[in-house]
């Protein structure tokens, strides 16, 4: 009878360890299934909260140089003591966060009359002309659109840009339409033709040239300007 008794005690303790064995193992799995769903979770949330890479900024303008230009891709002129293509960068970091735009384009003024002999003065003006006008003169234009002041700088930018023979017919076009009425209307129309011909008569030469924003848009500026010449003269015959 003991013997019996004492076998029926091993096997409950048997049974007992193997079922303990089997509970602990199911235990330990749950433990590490849940570890590894607690970190796929985590790494998920990792990825989610870091911030994506910036895309690279699109260069707001273009400047024109004349094809085999030397001085391509703001390339300084050989042998200068100083790089003259800084010179307008460093004014505009002077005058930055400050209200009065007529210091800043006395001081772009005085760049462009000191360097009026120089062969790459196209350079300067195009500089000139896409600061004043992009970040000082449009936002006062659009504030009081007769302010003369106003007209006036951008009527003299406007020159540079036709002068550096720019092929930036967004700018052109933006500033002729501004001008509308404080220009004479044969100005407008010959500013607006000569600029659209120059550049339709630009070479398309990589994809940029048509898909960049940039390329795109000079291409549809430079219809409007011609349909903007076709209207001033038909109205002024």
């Known amino acids: 009878m003991t013997y019996i008794l004492t076998r029926r005690m091993a096997l409950v303790i048997a049974c007992g360890s193997v079922l303990g064995l089997t509970s602990c193992e199911k235990m330990l799995r749950d433990m590490a299934s849940k570890t590894s769903a607690d970190q796929k979770a985590a790494d998920t949330t990792t990825v989610a909260s870091s911030p ?11 400047i024109t140089y004349p094809k ?13 003591k100083a790089n003259p293509f800084e010179e307008i960068p460093t004014i505009i970091e002077t005058h930055k966060d400050k209200a009065n735009w007529a210091d800043k384009h006395a001081d772009i003024k005085g760049v462009l009359l000191q360097n009026g002999r120089k062969d790459y003065l196209f350079v300067l003006q195009q500089q000139g002309a896409n600061e004043m006008l992009r970040h000082e003169l449009f936002p006062h234009y659009y504030q009081d659109m007769g ?3 106003v007209l006036n700088a951008i009527g ?14 967004e700018l052109i076009y933006k500033c002729l339409r501004a001008l509308n009425g404080y220009w004479e209307a044969d100005k407008i129309a010959k500013v607006a033709l000569t600029t ?13 040239d048509t898909t960049t924003r940039i390329g795109s848009y000079r291409q549809i500026y430079a219809r409007e300007l011609k349909k903007m010449a076709q209207r001033l003269s038909a109205n002024g015959a």
């Open 52 to 62: 994506a890479p910036e895309a690279p900024k699109a260069p707001e303008f273009e």
């Open 147 to 149: 302010n003369t002041a």
């Open 156 to 169: 003299f930018y406007t020159e540079q840009l036709v002068e550096a023979k720019s092929e930036d017919s």
């Open 68 to 80: 085999g230009s030397k001085y391509a891709g703001l390339t300084p002129p050989a042998g200068a």
């Open 196 to 208: 659209a011909k120059r550049v339709q008569a630009r070479p398309i030469t990589s994809a940029a």
